[in-house]
């Protein structure tokens, strides 16, 4: 299946997106082990399985229409601790938002309807779970403080056990 070179560079263009998000995750997942926050690194670790799947359907798209998936990875920007892990997380979010609104602009005005499809479902994903889970991690950090807040993260996860 052929289609637009438009809605193949785009899509290359949002799977670097979907990487640096990939990777930005699980560096803070990892952070978050170490200094035992269990909780996050859960949830972290969960959104860096996430972009990951992401990615894996936009490379599989690609292919289909005929492309060759770019495996270059966008920018990342890592935080020094926990407040600065979530609001670099957070922007990361509300960016890959604006992307993927521009991808399925694109993909309307291409005809691409199946792809604009897959965009529209991580845009809902994006919106509705991630940038939504930040921005309430924020917020709670506001209400509570932030040292409660950290003392509220400390539940052991599973997999810290494995990384030290």
Same mark, same amino acid.
């Given at each position: ?47 860096? !399985?996430?972009?990951?799947? #992401? ?5 599989? %798209?690609?292919?289909? =229409?005929? /492309?060759?998936? *770019? ?55 994006? !919106?509705?779970?991630?940038? #939504?889970w930040l921005e309430k991690q924020? %917020?709670?950090?506001? =209400?509570? /403080?932030?040292? *409660? ?16």
């Amino acid at each position: 299946m052929r289609s637009s070179q438009k809605v193949i560079d785009y899509l290359n263009f949002l799977l670097g997106g979907e990487l640096g998000a990939r990777d930005q995750y699980f560096i803070h997942s990892q952070m978050y082990a170490e200094w035992n926050f269990g909780k996050l690194y859960d949830r972290i670790h969960h959104e860096m !399985e996430d972009e990951t799947v #992401h990615a894996q359907l936009l490379i599989q %798209r690609i292919l289909m =229409l005929g /492309g060759k998936p *770019n495996m270059q990875v966008s920018e990342i920007n890592i935080g020094s601790d926990v407040p600065s892990m979530l609001r670099s997380d957070l922007e990361l979010e509300y960016s890959v938002q604006e992307h993927l609104k521009e991808g399925i602009a694109l993909c309307e005005a291409e005809r691409d309807y199946v792809t604009r499809d897959i965009l529209v479902r991580q845009l809902e994903d994006t !919106e509705q779970d991630h940038a #939504h889970w930040l921005e309430k991690q924020l %917020r709670l950090i506001d =209400l509570m /403080g932030l040292q *409660n807040y950290l003392q509220s993260m400390t539940a052991d996860s599973d997999q810290q056990g494995s990384t030290h």
